[in-house]
């Protein structure tokens, strides 16, 4: 069943320009005090350039990137810069990988994209901050030649040396901390590239995804316009945290402080610090807790070092379950007007957008859903989204066409256009049979256009040559169950090759291993190793180059439970795969059915 459209302005192609105009009165019910104990910072002077346009990302190819996320932020950008030469559109990046004091950046080996060394340069620009109960300095630099000719800048700050690449913090709370960390210096630098070399103050201020967001609720600058882009709806991807850990990484030190002189918290504070001395640095031999539990200085203390030690004390020790709650009570109890989630957890998105000027999502159909039906989004996001509509809007996204390229020899190995595709398609295919053949398997040496980390990838399976001219379908997703639909592409995999021996798949799930060993191992035993299987099948966890399995594809299959921007519907039609796909978010805005128009439909 269809779902019925919002039409109008809504579904209009997103313009910064619409920002230069008076904001926009907050809606009704909506509890404007939700970021008023968050740090504020505000701008000095009021001078902003409505041309320049300040976009912060955690990832963009070529430099940092996990996902789509990064060809976004490098498409759009680009594309933008191209179609409004006269407007200044600039990127902000953590300073990922920092080895020394070296002029240059080291991209990773990681998904398309090989690793290169990029000359930087040092701004001079640096500025102190504080982010929740961590105080901290920031330093400015720039890429000499930035690859799509946009400006681009990374910020780097010490805490950020355990991130060697996007999310890679180990764990929830260290890439919350760290990404809390980075909106908080990249507001705080902005503030001073007006009275540089750099010649940047920003009327319009872009974060994407919830690693950003924390920008648009520190900045107090009502002349700094905000723009969020809302990449997943998916509750876990809103960046909410329990009221603790948003106090540890995000409130203001003026916050900090009203925590510390609540009775009820340090009285449940005086407890984990009983029953963790040993991680919480204190003995409880030689001090006196009754006396130290008072003293500010040392509560603060206590608190860094329980920021430290986070997931070991607060998540992994169940000991320290009733005494976690208490504590996330008692914030709760100091700050009731902040506007916590039903769930009664910190959700920065529902903040920022409440509080913001605009949001947006990279597609039409998903914007149409996330305000029609509450199952695409969690039930706080949808009452946001439908009080905030007035500042909605949903843009289609597209790719660069030039990164996804069939005649590029860089990026496939066979080239090939719409008059000679049967030929080359056909030796891509015949390459990709040739690496994932039973003996080259136990070799282990891939062709980089294919697997380019090969050390890190588990590849399991393998194809015939003899089923060769059969249709080959592939999935490169990342493993995830809510969005991606990976639950399902394991389900009609097996039913598929159960009721069908004319037919093949590559299936490239990252992370597979890391979030389901069980599932993993079962699905290699029961439909990998199936002898009715053998030679029809590979399944690898690895982040993969798409372009030459799509190259060497007939189909791609996206079984999504939702999409946002889903770049791999674009992907695989430019490599000449056709996409099976659900008919939600972008795949219904990208793919035309019979139903729809029978001429063109695929």
Not at 259 to 265: G, I, P, T, V
Not at 464 to 479: A, E, G, M, T, Y
Not at 539 to 568: H, K, M, Q, W
Request: proline share 4%; net charge positive.
């Amino acid at each position: 069943m269809m779902i019925n459209r919002i039409t109008a302005a809504n579904s209009n192609y997103f313009h910064y320009s619409n920002l230069n105009t008076p904001k926009i009165a907050k809606s009704k019910n909506i509890n404007s005090a939700n970021s008023k104990h968050i740090l504020q910072i505000t701008f000095c002077g009021n001078d902003k350039n409505p041309n320049q346009i300040a976009v912060i990302a955690a990832e963009c190819v070529p430099y940092c990137v996990a996902g789509g996320l990064g060809d976004v932020t490098r498409d759009m950008t680009k594309a933008y810069k191209e179609k409004y030469p006269n407007k200044d559109i600039r990127i902000f990046l953590p300073f990922y990988n920092k080895k020394s004091n070296d002029f240059y950046y080291a991209t990773q080996n990681n998904k398309n994209h090989s690793s290169n060394i990029y000359e930087i340069e040092d701004t001079g620009i640096t500025a102190k901050f504080q982010y929740g109960v961590t105080n901290s300095k920031a330093r400015l630099y720039k890429f000499k030649s930035p690859e799509n000719g946009v400006t681009t800048y990374l910020v780097d700050f010490p805490e950020l040396a355990v991130m060697k690449k996007p999310y890679g913090g180990g764990d929830f709370i260290t890439n919350y901390r760290e990404y809390c960390a980075f909106s908080t210096a990249t507001v705080e630098l902005l503030k001073k590239m007006n009275n540089s070399g750099e010649n940047f103050n920003p009327k319009i201020l872009h974060t994407k995804d919830w690693h950003t967001v924390f920008a648009n609720l520190i900045n107090s600058d009502t002349e700094l316009k905000s723009v969020h882009e809302l990449s997943n709806a998916n509750g876990a991807l809103l960046g909410k945290i329990k009221p603790l850990g948003a106090a540890l990484n995000i409130f203001s030190e003026e916050q900090i402080q009203k925590l510390l002189q609540d009775k009820e918290f340090k009285r449940h504070l005086y407890t984990l610090i009983c029953d963790n001395k040993e991680l919480l640095l204190y003995d409880l031999k030689t001090k006196d807790l009754n006396k130290d539990i008072n003293d500010s200085e040392f509560t603060h203390k206590v608190l860094k070092n329980l920021l430290n030690n986070y997931s070991t004390i607060l998540d992994k020790n169940s000991k320290n379950k009733k005494t976690r709650d208490r504590l996330n009570d008692a914030v709760k109890n100091v700050f009731p007007d902040i506007n916590w989630d039903e769930h009664q957890d910190f959700n920065p998105t529902l903040i920022a957008i409440n509080k913001g000027d605009a949001w947006f999502t990279t597609s039409k159909t998903h914007f149409n859903e996330l305000l029609t039906d509450s199952r695409f989004s969690s039930l706080g996001l949808y009452n946001i989204l439908r009080l905030n509509l007035n500042k909605g809007n949903g843009v289609l996204n597209r790719i660069d066409t030039a990164s996804f390229n069939p005649q590029n020899p860089n990026q496939v190995a066979f080239t090939y256009n719409t008059y000679s595709y049967k030929e080359g398609k056909s030796k891509n295919k015949s390459l990709i049979f040739d690496n994932f053949s039973k003996e080259n398997i136990k070799i282990g040496k891939f062709n980089p256009l294919l697997i380019n980390n090969p050390d890190n990838a588990v590849v399991a399976g393998y194809l015939d040559k003899k089923h060769i001219n059969k249709p080959l379908i592939v999935n490169i997703s990342r493993f995830d169950t809510n969005q991606k639909g990976s639950d399902i592409i394991l389900k009609t995999v097996e039913k598929l090759l159960k009721t069908n021996n004319d037919i093949t798949f590559i299936l490239g799930l990252p992370q597979f291993k890391n979030l389901e060993p069980k599932l993993m191992k079962k699905f290699i035993k029961d439909v990998v190793n199936n002898p009715e299987n053998r030679g029809r099948i590979v399944l690898i966890d690895s982040f993969l180059p798409v372009n030459e399995y799509f190259a060497g594809a007939d189909f791609s299959i996206i079984p999504s439970r939702s999409e946002t921007c889903g770049l791999v519907g674009y992907q695989s039609m430019r490599m000449g795969a056709l996409p099976i796909a659900t008919p939600v978010g972008s795949m219904n805005d990208k793919l035309i059915t019979p139903e729809q128009d029978y001429r063109n439909a695929m």
